[in-house]
C-alpha cells in the first residue's frame, strides 16, 4: 500500500495530515509538501479521511 499525494490539492502549510497520523510516519519536506515513511505506516487512513482538500489517497501496490 501507498499514500498517493496530489501535489496541486495541497494546501502545503496546513501540516493537518502531519498533526493527526497517530504514527508520526509523515513528515514535511522543504516545500511543506508531506512525505511518508511508508513502511512504517499502520495502514489507518486517518490523513486521507482528514484532508480537507482530498489530496490523498491509498493506492494498493497491485493497482495501476
Ligand atoms: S492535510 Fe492535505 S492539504 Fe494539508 S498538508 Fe496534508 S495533504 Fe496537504
Ligand atoms: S494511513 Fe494512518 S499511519 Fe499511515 S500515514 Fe496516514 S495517518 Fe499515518
Redesign the pocket.
Known sequence: MA?LLEREKCLKKCTL?EE???????YMDAENYPL???Q?????????E?CPTHA?S?KLWFQS
Not at 20 to 25: A, F, L, S, T, V
Not at 40 to 48: I, L, R
Open positions: 499514500i495530515c493527526i497520523c497517530p504514527g508520526d510516519i509523515i511518508f515513511r511508508i512504517e505506516c499502520w495502514h489507518c487512513a486517518a490523513c486521507v482528514d490523498l491509498v
